[in-house]
């Protein structure tokens, strides 16, 4: 309040100048009324507030900066307890309240002046938080407690003093240029896997403040590497240690084995092209980007609802396209080399060769395997060069109920790989310098008008078996084929004698049937023999046996070896 003293006429009301008489009583100077007085006004401090000096203006009131309310006075007001900090004096500043000289101060709304506020807010924060919850298993929403912080990612104290400017309830402080970047989280291996609700609908870093306001969460996990052999080695993750899990290189698995085929001989001449086998196994693991450790992935999803592989603590193996692989057998029982064929580096390698020893059997490989050797075939060369094996046996003949046709051909041959033609007739026999010409006519046989006997006993025929050393060279001894029809009086002591075939006839007779020979000796017909009558029957058979006689004879099979017997 301001107040100030002066005089009116008492008729008239207006100022006029008074003065005093000995007496103490004021009057009006009626000689002095040039100047009239002035209005003073003062302030009546005790009846005044917030005035401190005459003048026109109040004092602002920037008082107090913190109010703390208790729980009840919180209560009564129906706010919240806590500190309460002046952000605003909102109009009550530093105001004037008019002129009380002015002739219509009182009337004038100058002199009417506004109230004034104080406003205070209480201050609010909250951090942000990345939460590691890999290996947290069946879970689609996560909790601060399911893994652990990654402390240098924490974002602190959003909403706090920063630069000079205070954030308090209600205000919505941007903090997203201070989150970790999906492009850095990824970088470093992490999948974005989920939010607290609080953080939810693009409020990440942008929450409202409020009473007690709540921190938010941010969940990741471990994305892995799929590790193959084409990965290369500076991409694959590395441990704390800094070091790596697996070698790309160690996921690729190469097995190889050659099968050579050579000559029994010094030189171990090779007989034809080598058989490289080669099998393969390619693996791939999975690999934990943060811990560089092997790990068995599982699929969940991501924050935005998309299905990822991530990491569990379950470690990894590696996995290969194959869990065994084969290498075939090998087998080749015969090679013949030709003339001007790569491999017939002389005259002695032309021919055909058979396999004596090595052996290339089928294999099974594991990626764990070792490489296997390689192999040698070893083999010799045919001694009649194109002829059967020794231990060939002759095919048997079966002539039916009526004997064989007179124009009966004999059956082919099949000596395997190394054998002749399969439309060659008959088999080359190697008689040595002095055997019979290989143009020798057959003898025809005439079997009459019944054929021979079904009865009768075709002479058996055995080819010795071939030796498996390769001799020096070809024996000049005619090759013989032991009969097994044995001369009557012959023993084995004796020189050889020319063959005689036995026939037996319907009425049991016998007789021996003479074949055609060099010998100067002339066989005689055994005692008690007796002459075959002249019947169409036993002529039949005694032609019989003399055409197969004639045949052995042509042959040169009648001779007995009794050294090769023996």
Request: glycine fraction near 8%; avoid cysteine.
């Amino acid at each position: 309040m301001t107040s100030s003293t002066y005089y009116t006429d008492a008729v008239t009301g207006q100022r006029v100048n008074a003065r005093q008489n000995v007496n103490g009583e004021w009057f009006v100077d009626a000689l002095n009324n040039g100047m009239l007085p002035v209005i003073t006004w003062t302030v009546n401090a005790d009846k005044s507030t917030g005035l401190t000096a005459d003048d026109q203006k109040f004092a602002a009131v920037t008082t107090p900066e913190t109010i703390t309310l208790s729980t009840d006075e919180a209560a009564k007001r129906g706010t919240d307890d806590g500190e309460w900090y002046l952000v605003s004096t909102d109009k009550n500043g530093e105001v004037s309240y008019g002129d009380p000289n002015s002739d219509n101060w009182q009337t004038d709304t100058t002199n009417k002046i506004a109230d004034g506020y104080l406003i205070y807010k209480q201050k609010a924060q909250y951090n942000i938080h990345y939460i590691d919850v890999n290996g947290v298993e069946d879970k689609t929403t996560y909790a601060p407690t399911d893994g652990h912080e990654l402390d240098d990612h924490k974002v602190n104290g959003v909403g706090s003093d920063e630069a000079g400017k205070a954030y308090y309830v209600g205000d919505t402080p941007d903090a997203t240029s201070k989150l970790w970047s999906p492009a850095d989280y990824e970088k470093a291996g992490y999948v974005f896997v989920g939010l607290s609700d609080n953080a939810k609908g693009d409020l990440l870093g942008k929450q409202t403040l409020t009473k007690n306001v709540q921190d938010q969460y941010v969940y990741l996990k471990h994305a892995v590497k799929d590790i193959t052999p084409n990965t290369p080695v500076d991409d694959v993750p590395k441990d704390p240690d800094g070091k790596r899990a697996v070698d790309p290189s160690d996921l690729h698995k190469e097995f190889t084995r050659n099968i050579t085929f050579v000559a029994d001989n010094d030189a171990k001449s090779p007989l034809k092209d080598a058989v490289p086998q080669k099998v393969t196994f390619d693996g791939h693991v999975y690999v934990d980007m943060v811990t560089g450790k092997t790990t068995t992935p599982e699929t969940v999803k991501d924050v935005k609802g998309n299905d990822v592989q991530v990491a569990t603590t379950k470690a990894g193996n590696i996995e290969w396209n194959h869990d065994t692989q084969t290498m075939d057998e090998v087998v080749q029982k015969y090679i013949t080399i030709s003339k001007g064929d790569k491999y017939a580096t002389s005259a002695n390698m032309v021919g055909t060769w058979h396999w004596i020893s090595g052996v290339a059997d089928e294999i099974t490989l594991k990626p764990t395997s070792t490489n296997p050797e390689d192999l040698v075939l070893v083999y010799e060369k045919n001694k009649g060069e194109s002829g059967p094996e020794s231990s060939y046996k002759l095919p048997q003949l079966d002539y039916g109920e009526s004997g064989p046709s007179t124009d009966y051909d004999l059956p082919k041959l099949d000596y395997g790989q190394s054998g002749p033609e399969l439309n060659y007739d008959l088999p080359k026999l190697d008689y040595g310098q002095s055997g019979p010409e290989l143009s020798h006519d057959l003898l025809k046989l005439d079997y009459g008008q019944s054929g021979p006997e079904l009865n009768y006993d075709l002479p058996k025929a055995e080819i010795p078996s071939q030796p498996t050393a390769q001799p020096s060279e070809q024996p000049s001894e005619q090759p013989a084929i032991e009969s097994n029809t044995q001369l009557p009086g012959e023993q084995k002591n004796e020189e050889p004698q020319p063959m005689t075939t036995q026939v037996t006839t319907k009425e049991d007779e016998t007789s021996i049937v003479e074949p055609t020979s060099s010998s100067s000796t002339q066989p005689t017909t055994k005692q008690g023999t007796q002459q075959l009558p002249q019947t169409g029957n036993q002529k039949s058979s005694s032609l019989i046996g003399l055409g197969f006689a004639s045949l052995l004879s042509a042959l040169g099979l009648t001779k007995v070896n009794k050294k090769r017997k023996d």
